[in-house]
Nanobody, 124 residues
Framework: QVQLVESGGGLVQAGGSLKLSCAAS????????LAWFRQTPGKEREFVSAIRGGQITTIYGDSVKGRFTISRDNANNTVFLEMTNLKPEDTAVYYC?????????????????WGQGTQVTVSS
């Protein structure tokens, strides 16, 4: 059974930084794409970033470009999201996602595996 477990969320002041981690178990995702999405109450889930399997190709949502960095540790089946210069509008539950395929889609429908989410709150 595939399981994705996020960690690293919390409360931070605007301008601060956080690093999220997502550890996968039950399946190795070395050659598969991994992604981060976020969601606030009453809104649809928003794409944040994705990283291609097997190659260091990354994509980002427009609202986080230049501030967030996605990376992966294939040896530990883990994906990270380093967030800098955080803004109050970054407040959300952040979810990691995985798919069986290398292409890093920016649409949640392509990702069958999801974590339970971790809360990030940025105070002004």
């Amino acid at each position: 059974q595939v399981q994705l477990v996020e960690s690293g969320g919390g409360l931070v002041q605007a301008g601060g930084s956080l690093k999220l981690s997502c550890a996968a178990s039950g399946r190795t995702f070395t050659g598969d794409a991994l992604a981060w999405f976020r969601q606030t109450p009453g809104k649809e889930r928003e794409f944040v970033s994705a990283i291609r399997g097997g190659q260091i190709t990354t994509i980002y949502g427009d609202s986080v470009k230049g501030r967030f960095t996605i990376s992966r540790d294939n040896a530990n089946n883990t994906v990270f999201l380093e967030m800098t210069n955080l803004k109050p509008e970054d407040t959300a539950v952040y979810y990691c996602a995985a798919r069986a395929g290398s292409w890093p889609y920016a649409t949640e429908k392509f990702y069958p595996y999801w974590g339970q989410g971790t809360q990030v709150t940025v105070s002004s």
